[in-house]
């Protein structure tokens, strides 16, 4: 891939935040102050990889979600679309509005407000150097087992060969559009699964313990204390 085309990050913000409980759409939950959204499209622009962003936001807050970056322009080129009734479906409506001069995807969940930038950069240049799709991943800890329908284990697999896989994934752009065009139905949960049904092949490299998901209340507390770890290491260092 040569380094003639933009690089666009998709930004899939249009989730209710079921399991967080929260009466505010997720993304528009504060952490340190400021939406769960704008760290995360901060974190993007600010790895200096990303030249355009598109936010698929709830269809109710489009504009409050326009106003946000308005007030504070992110140093990326930011748009807002209404995302869907899905994730998938979220990102394949942003993936249809981006300019014909983006070669290199990016998607990556709001819901990962603190992913730090380094991650951002590496999953772009292993793009650049040739990968059709790139995901971040970390080993499991916990054991997985595999259950039927009456909650019964009828599997353990073995533990050395799974990853929990973070985002932001990165695609040729060819490659994750062609796959979210085949795409049957609107149950995937990341972009890798789609492209992988195409057979292409996904490379994975480390992740970041710091681009966890925020899903559960617990994950507000874990954001909330590595914004202030971030916060004391600035200031002594
Ligand atoms: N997402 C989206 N459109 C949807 C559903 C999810 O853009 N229809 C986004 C979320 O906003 C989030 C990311 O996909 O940034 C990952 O989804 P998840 O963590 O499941 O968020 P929610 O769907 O909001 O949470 P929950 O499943 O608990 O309702
Ligand atoms: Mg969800």
Do not use: C, W, Y
Not at 6 to 32: C, H
Not at 55 to 72: C, G, K, M, Y
Request: charged share 20%.
């Amino acid at each position: 891939m040569s380094d003639l085309g933009r690089t666009a990050a998709l930004v899939p913000a249009a989730g209710r935040g079921e399991r967080l409980g929260a009466g505010v759409p997720k993304a528009l939950r504060s952490i340190g102050g400021t939406p769960i959204l704008v760290h995360a499209v901060h974190a993007l622009a600010s790895s200096r990889v990303v030249d355009l962003v598109v936010i698929a936001a709830p269809e109710s807050e489009l504009d409050d979600v326009r106003a946000l970056f308005a007030e504070q322009p992110a140093g990326a080129e930011v748009s807002v679309v209404a995302g869907g009734p899905t994730r998938q479906d979220s990102v394949a409506r942003a993936l249809l509005t981006l300019p014909a001069d983006v070669d290199v995807v990016l998607v990556h969940d709001a819901a990962r407000p603190l992913v730090p930038t380094e991650l951002v950069s590496a999953v772009v240049a292993e793009v650049r150097r040739g990968a059709q799709a790139v995901v971040p991943a970390l080993p499991v800890t916990d054991t997985i087992k595999q259950v039927n329908a009456a909650e019964q284990v009828i599997g353990t697999p073995d533990r050395s060969s799974l990853r929990a896989v973070q985002t932001p994934q990165g695609f040729a752009r060819a490659a994750l559009q062609a796959a979210h065009a085949a795409a049957d139905d609107e149950s995937a949960t990341d972009d890798a699964a789609l492209v992988e049904r195409h057979g292409v092949i996904v490379q994975v490299i480390p992740g970041h313990e710091e681009a966890f998901k925020i899903t559960r209340p617990l994950d507000l507390v874990l954001a909330e204390a590595v914004l202030a770890k971030r916060r004391a290491t600035r200031v002594i260092g």
